[in-house]
């Protein structure tokens, strides 16, 4: 668990290192926060909430980022870490084609050709 003040520079962090982005949920009573999307030059993170999981939220908000990256003309979007056991997420990362391509200590980065 991140304390406020860890998550608070986490975000300062990525703020002026790429594009951070938050994702926000419509439910029927209210509007609420529940994830966040960084994306840099050379690395791509995606959070959402525990509650939210399984739901396919990740993977509409990947896509899209697939989308825009491609907007933006860069060859690739990487994950520099997705963990070993972390199973859904290298589920839902290969099934959107990116493959492994970098071992790391306990985890692997993937990586997605957006050539055409």
């Not at 790429?18 to 009573?29: F, K, M």
């Not at 003309?73 to 391509?101: C, D, R």
Request: glycine share 6%; aromatic share 18%; proline share 1%.
């Amino acid at each position: 668990m991140y304390t406020k003040e860890q998550i608070k520079q986490m975000y300062d962090w990525q703020n002026k290192n790429g594009r951070l982005y938050y994702i926000e949920y419509n439910g029927r009573s209210r509007s609420h926060i529940i994830g966040d999307v960084w994306l840099a030059e050379d690395d791509y993170a995606i959070v959402i909430d525990q509650t939210f999981r399984n739901r396919h939220i990740g993977r509409k908000v990947t896509k899209y980022f697939i989308y825009k990256s491609k907007k933006m003309g860069k060859e690739y979007i990487t994950v520099s870490e997705i963990f070993n056991w972390n199973k859904a997420s290298q589920k839902m990362f290969t099934g959107l084609q990116f493959h492994p391509f970098k071992e790391n200590k306990d985890s692997w980065s993937y990586r997605k050709s957006l050539k055409r």
